[in-house]
């Protein structure tokens, strides 16, 4: 079959939980169909082009600061990226497999299938309420972009959930279980396999995007008191908007020798950061919004604790594989870890295997199956 990924951001392009996701699954299909990818054109991106077995479409050129305004996802870029997918109406395709976000597109993309006999997945990571779209955009902008969502998302022939969580949410929009497949394959099983065992340093580890809604104020400011208990350093990996105002909270804080920063490593060396990991004796995560969380599971994987706060939306699936405490106790829970043998504290770490990108094909096939996805000769 031909088979359409549609997302505004691409691994390794830009990096986050949700495009290395896309990416795998894109990987894992790619050897069986054709795949194409459609998304904005980031740095070091051409127009048209083809990296293994992928052919990439991109238009219009984005970055970080284009990206993000004023510490949330700009509506000009959003708006951009739903006109421009108009462009997929050039080519031909048996089924189109787009992010959620920014949602703008899909209308674009329901319109095409009607017309085309094309069918639509939707990858949803997270499902917002009213609460949460009027704290993000404000009020009346909040109100008018729940209703839109809402009306949006019910445009698929079949939806793929990363957690319990989500597939829940979608259930209360009306959307049918049958519809929906909860399946994240975020861990390279065959590539984590590969990395060595590594003695055990006593660093405090965070890795993904340097944005308001990870907390790194807060994940400083318990790096920095767990210190004051026990031997330990800390690394941000990382890039992003907030990345000067983090060195900047360093700074004041007096922690330039307790906690550095360094920029993500590149695609073609993520095994060096898998080893970072491996190596880690805590990863500390204290976003305030999150999905599945790639990374935690990737430190799960690798051996290395997750140590969250109480407040975590991280979905259960993930979060029973990770120790939790309120925000006031952090710092002695991480000293504890960091004192301790670090298997002891990974809970139900068998459960990692459902997370693996050797499932692709496999999960795949089964939901062409039920939406009834044929190709062509």
């Known amino acids: 079959m031909r088979i359409a ?7 390794p392009w830009n990096v986050g939980g949700l495009e290395t996701i896309e990416k795998a ?4 299909l790619s050897s069986e169909h054709e795949l194409h990818y459609f998304s904005l054109r980031w740095p070091g991106m051409k127009d ?29 870029e959003a708006v951009v990226f739903a006109v421009g997918m108009l462009r997929i109406f050039r080519y031909r395709f048996d089924v189109i497999h787009s992010n959620e976000f920014p949602i703008l597109q899909l209308p674009v993309l329901r319109l095409y299938c009607a017309l085309t006999g094309c069918k639509l997945i939707v990858y949803v990571h997270e499902v917002w309420d009213m609460a949460y779209w009027t704290t993000y955009l404000g009020g009346g902008m909040g109100r008018l972009a729940d209703i839109y969502a809402n009306w949006a998302l019910g445009m698929a022939d079949h939806y793929m959930a990363n957690s319990d969580v989500t597939a829940e949410r979608l259930e209360k929009l009306r959307i049918a279980r049958s519809r929906i497949t909860i399946f994240a394959p975020t861990i390279d099983d065959a590539k984590m396999g590969q990395i060595k065992e590594a003695k055990k340093t006593r660093e405090i580890i965070y890795a993904g995007r340097l944005i308001k809604e990870k907390r790194l104020d807060r994940w400083i400011d318990v790096v920095g008191k767990t210190a004051k208990l026990t031997k330990t350093k800390g690394v941000i990996v990382g890039e992003g908007p907030e990345r000067k105002e983090i060195e900047a909270l360093i ?9 550095s ?15 970072r990991i491996k190596e880690a004796g805590l990863f500390l995560h204290m ?13 799960i994987a690798l051996g290395t604790p997750v140590l969250l706060p109480s407040y975590t939306p991280i979905p259960k699936d993930v979060k029973d594989m990770c120790m939790v405490a309120d925000e006031k106790d952090l710092p002695r829970v991480a000293a504890k870890i960091l004192n301790g043998r670090k298997a002891d504290y990974i809970p139900n770490r068998n459960l990692i295997s459902r997370f693996y990108t050797s499932k692709v094909a496999q999960v795949y096939r089964e939901i062409f199956r039920k939406i009834g996805a044929r190709g062509h000769d």
């Open 5 to 11: 990924f549609v997302s505004d951001s691409v691994y």
């Open 25 to 28: 699954e894109a990987e894992g």
């Open 48 to 76: 048209d082009f083809t990296r293994g077995r992928i052919r990439y479409h991109t238009f219009h050129d984005i970055n970080h600061g284009k990206f993000y305004r004023h510490g949330r996802r700009s509506i000009r």
């Open 251 to 259: 700074r004041r804080m007096k922690l330039e020798k307790v906690i």
């Open 261 to 275: 920063v360094r920029g993500f490593y590149s695609s073609a060396n993520k095994s060096a950061l898998f080893r």
């Open 287 to 299: 976003s305030e919004r999150e999905g599945l969380s790639t990374v935690a599971l990737e430190c």
